[in-house]
């Protein structure tokens, strides 16, 4: 089954139509014999076999009723059944009654007009093409003598065959009117109960993303999806600025190199006014940015992204419907682009809790924890791969003394001068870490002793050129895995010892590790072990 039919299907449950059509079935029976006993005189000729026709039509209603509790799965069919069997007692009450001059065939209009509107209008069609053969077999019935006439001789008017004809004709008229209002509705629903599931899964889809872009992605995905826009991007940001964070049907070449986010008039007005903005077309020199995004775009829908009432950016998508927009398109964007900024929110605080717990508060490079992470992930790749890493361990010289001497907040400044000038001289693959105290740890990637000792030596220099309030210099230690070492603890032992022997030398040089004792591999595991 389509999605469009599942959930025209179970836009109101086929239980829940029966009960009400019993309800009215219940009602209908009840009026006509509370009529035939208080006010019988309307029900000419007086034939009171209508009470033994309505209390047998009652018995079968109830009948119907207890099947459908013991055969729920047959709940449709039992529906149409007495469907027909509502036509044939209807027909037949008001032949009874009198016929073309019969009040009961209103009731005919009254009960059509509700099928089509609780059942469904192709349902009501049906139901008028029976409720017409009922009528013309039973004035054919008549005229053949088979059944007599019930209308009163002096209630009777023109040709009974024309009156019969103007009544089918209103018939028709309750079943087309009743059928395009009931179609109407039935569409407006199924549109509804789609746009709802789509911000259902929306936020389901989003609630398995943790990064900003596939937040900004789904959202203009279920957005493009649901109301098929031809264009459509979403600029945002936590600092501001308007990067693109995800595009539909943009060119090859801007989706990849959007260019340097610029600000943007339009979206700015749509954030001011916080409401979403209608645009018929872009000025290039007033907002270049979106005009390059969206070159030639018309009728444009901007939807500012807002979270705990800060601005974020905007969801800007192009519809080709003319510059008419519905109203139910609009209100879908809003809630979704509101439920996606505090998901772009959230996944921006979570990026920044993260970088928190990777990085050194002072001097944001990587930590301790994430250095001995990236370490086993290098070690563990260069034994898959049979490459090797080397690490190199540096030490700002005498930085007690100039701690002492200048104060805390000069040799933090330090701290992060020299953190800076390593990042500066690393690869971009390489990753420097603050160890501990003043000393800084760089693992190497794909670096063997020889060409580790010339990066050390860089980096040491690096760090003597750093700025600072007195001469800095600092020693280093360079340590190979597997040449010096059998797995990441005993890498960092080795680049460990290599720098002692660079201060014990007399400080301000770099020295190779030259290997482990025998038992240094058991202390590694004992220490492993006990951790």
């Not at 993260?354 to 924890?369: E, P, S």
């Not at 250095?371 to 540096?394: G, I, K, P």
Request: charged share 20%; glycine share 6%.
């Amino acid at each position: 089954m389509s999605r469009t039919a599942a959930l025209a299907a179970d836009a109101v449950p086929v239980a829940e139509r029966f009960r009400i059509m019993q309800y009215a079935r219940l009602t209908a029976g009840v009026l006509v014999l509370a009529v035939y006993a208080f006010a019988r005189q309307t029900l000419l000729p007086d034939h009171g076999v209508i009470v033994t026709w309505t209390l047998g039509y009652l018995a079968v209603t109830v009948g119907v009723e207890v099947l459908v509790r013991l055969l729920p799965k047959r709940t449709l069919l039992l529906l149409s059944g007495m469907l027909m069997i509502d036509g044939i007692w209807l027909a037949w009450a008001a032949y009874l009654t009198g016929g073309t001059t019969s009040p009961v065939r209103y009731m005919m209009l009254i009960h059509l007009g509700a099928v089509c509107l609780i059942a469904s209008y192709r349902t009501g069609i049906k139901l008028a093409v029976w409720d017409s053969l009922l009528l013309f077999t039973i004035r054919n019935a008549i005229a053949g003598k088979v059944l007599v006439e019930t209308a009163p001789p002096r209630l009777v008017y023109g040709n009974p065959d024309q009156r019969l004809a103007i009544f089918v004709v209103m018939l028709w008229l309750v079943a087309i009117s009743t059928s395009t209002l009931s179609a109407i509705n039935e569409r407006e629903l199924r549109r509804r109960r789609g746009d709802l599931e789509s911000l259902t899964q929306l936020a389901e889809q989003i609630e398995r993303t943790d990064d900003p872009s596939s937040v900004a992605r789904t959202m203009l995905d279920a957005a493009v999806s649901t109301f098929d826009f031809p264009r459509g991007i979403v600029l945002a940001s936590s600092e501001g600025d308007l990067p693109l964070l995800a595009s539909f049907g943009l060119s090859e070449q801007t989706a990849r190199r959007p260019g340097r986010p610029g600000v943007s008039v339009v979206i700015a007005e749509a954030q001011d006014s916080k409401a979403t903005l209608l645009v018929r077309g872009l000025d290039p020199v007033a907002d270049p940015w979106l005009a390059r995004l969206l070159p030639g775009a018309r009728n444009l829908v901007v939807v500012p992204l807002f979270a705990e009432g800060r601005p974020l950016g905007a969801l800007v998508v192009e519809h080709d419907g003319g510059a008419r927009i519905e109203r139910r398109v609009v209100s879908g964007l809003e809630r979704s682009a509101s439920y996606a900024a505090l998901a772009l929110r959230n996944a921006w605080l979570l990026e920044q809790v993260q970088r928190l717990a990777a990085t050194d508060g002072l001097t944001k490079i990587a930590n301790r924890r994430t250095f001995e992470a990236a370490l086993d992930r290098e070690v563990a790749r260069a034994t898959r791969s049979a490459e090797r890493v080397s690490l190199v361990m540096v030490d700002i010289d005498n930085f007690k003394l100039l701690n002492d001497t200048h104060g805390h907040q000069a040799g933090d400044e330090v701290l992060r001068n020299v953190a800076a000038a390593l990042s500066c001289e690393c690869r971009d693959f390489d990753t420097a870490a603050r160890y501990g105290g003043e000393e800084f740890a760089v693992i190497l990637p794909g670096c063997g002793p020889e060409e580790a000792y010339d990066i050390a030596e860089r980096l040491r220099v690096a760090v003597s050129l750093a700025a600072s309030v007195v001469p800095i210099t600092a020693s280093a230690g360079v340590s190979t895995y597997p040449s010096h070492a059998q797995d990441a603890d005993t890498l960092v032992r080795a680049a460990d010892e290599a720098l002692y022997a660079s201060k014990h030398a007399g400080r301000n040089r770099t020295s190779l590790a030259v290997g482990l004792p025998m038992m240094a591999p058991v202390d590694a595991l004992l220490r492993r072990a006990a951790d």
